[in-house]
């Protein structure tokens, strides 16, 4: 005869194989908080409703915050025979209170006692997560306000192109990671909705009161449908999905940092704390974090990929594999979560190395752009202009000069409109200081932007 909290049909105790297969408490043990919480909140309702009485209310209460009192302090010793948290803590309760202890789970199923409790838990992430998000955009302002001068090669195909400020080029991550917040904000709506009192799937008989219950909790409002309520787990897949996409943008972010810190761009040096050497090299300095971050981004978009799949194809209502979202879910939260924190302290320990950006773009007609645009500003029209500095920038490779380097004579060769304030025009500084277009690199542009970054996250 089995003694499983569901034993009552079995004859024979459950395989030693299959209880291994079946339990999840090493992963979903970190729930416990949430599930006593959402607990107690139904012991709550059910006494108002006069579902059970008062007083076993208040002694199954009072016991719940001893058993979380005990898993504080590591006092619980969890077992693969009790599957989940869930069986956990209405065992652990039945130890603290008595037989009482099985009136907890009337009028309630497992499925949507854990559907409550990763949407408690998933609230909680998120919210830690928008402010750590907020923490790594002040970094990446706090270093763009430091560089609204630094002037740096802006490259496409990973050829230099145009020079634009090493300010800007902070702030358009700045801007990633601020849409990052507004998906995880915006995910909050989906989240904050109480699924307890679907019960197995179809409801429950008891008269229960789920509003009292949701306002107890704090969700802003009750689920409408109990066999979507503990069927679909699309808020981990979405947060999974925002998640995937806010690794991308760090790992973007971390692919630059790697190729700013080798000898051949060496626009900027991680400091010792935040990068590793070699055992073999004793010159080597490593950015092993951004390689990490990099590569843990495989981690994360690997866990979108198993949540989806296990989904995928599930018939309603609850099925088993859903057990199978936690793991995906609670690394994702991890290591995004270690990434940005390493990633904000690491930020103030970046050193920019000015001049040798500004170098990089004394070469490679990053102001071919500018010479063509000049011609049109004495009437050329465009296209015929980008023909004129083509032909100019050929002649210049050619001589192995820059443009700036051309005589006045060698450039009326391609057109006799230029005169001598050519060289003012493309010279470094105008050529970023006149794209003053909303959203460009212009100086004031990006000065106004840092501007209101900061106000917007009140540093
Ligand atoms: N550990 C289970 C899970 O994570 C809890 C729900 C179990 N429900 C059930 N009918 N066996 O999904």
Redo the contacts with the bound molecule.
């Keep these: 005869m089995s003694e499983k909290l569901w034993g009552g049909r079995f004859a024979e105790s459950t395989d030693k194989l299959v209880e291994s297969v079946n339990a999840?408490i090493n992963v979903?043990k970190r729930l416990y908080e949430s599930d006593i919480k959402g607990s107690q909140a139904h012991l709550e309702m059910m006494a108002k409703q006069g579902i059970i009485s008062s007083e076993d209310a208040e002694t199954l209460v009072q016991g719940l915050d001893t058993v979380k009192a005990r898993i504080d302090n590591n006092e619980m010793e969890f077992t693969d025979a009790l599957?989940?948290i869930?069986m956990h803590v209405e065992e652990h309760l039945g130890d603290v209170c008595g037989p009482v202890a099985r009136k907890l789970h009337t009028g309630r199923?497992?499925?949507d006692?854990?559907a409550l409790d990763v949407r408690i838990y998933l609230k909680d992430e998120t919210l830690t997560l928008i402010q750590m998000l907020k923490d790594f955009q002040a970094a990446l302002v706090t270093l763009a306000d430091a560089n609204k001068k630094t002037v740096m090669p802006g490259y496409t195909h990973m050829q230099r192109a145009q020079p634009v400020l090493f300010a800007h080029h902070m702030l358009a991550y700045y801007q990633m990671f601020k849409r990052d917040v507004e998906r995880l904000e915006d995910s909050l709506k989906r989240l904050d909705v109480m699924p307890l009192g679907c019960a197995?799937l179809a409801g429950t008989t008891f008269p229960i009161d789920r509003e009292y219950t949701c306002q107890v909790l704090g969700f802003s409002r009750v689920s409408e449908n109990s066999m979507d309520s503990v069927s679909d787990r699309d808020f981990v897949m979405e947060f999974i999905s925002h998640a995937s996409i806010c690794m991308i943008h760090l790992s973007r972010l971390s692919e630059e940092l790697i190729l700013w810190s080798t000898s051949e761009f060496a626009f900027i040096t991680i400091s010792d704390a935040f990068t590793t050497g070699s055992s073999i090299m004793p010159q080597k300095k490593n950015p092993d974090v951004c390689e990490l971050v990099r590569g843990k981004t495989g981690r994360v978009v690997g866990n979108l990929m198993a949540i989806l799949t296990t989904m995928k194809s599930l018939p309603m209502a609850?099925n088993?594999d859903?057990?199978e979202?936690?793991e995906p879910l609670f690394d994702t939260i991890d290591t995004l979560k270690v990434c940005l924190e390493v990633y904000t302290r690491m930020f103030a320990h970046i050193e920019v190395h000015k001049e040798r950006m500004r170098a990089a773009c004394m070469t490679g007609f990053l102001n071919a752009t500018d010479f063509a645009d000049y011609l049109v500003n004495k009437g050329v029209a465009f296209r015929t202009a980008h023909g004129i500095a083509g032909k100019a920038v050929a002649f210049a490779i050619e001589q192995e000069k820059e443009l700036d380097d051309l005589t006045l004579e060698e450039m009326h060769a391609f057109s006799d409109l230029i005169e001598k304030d050519v060289y003012g025009f493309i010279s470094l500084d105008a050529t970023v200081a006149r794209r003053n277009s909303y959203g460009g690199t212009g100086f004031e542009n990006v000065s106004a932007a840092v501007d209101a970054a900061k106000k917007d996250l009140g540093i």
């Design positions: 999840s979903d599957e989940d869930h199923s497992r499925n006692q854990v197995a609850y088993k859903m057990q979202d936690k």
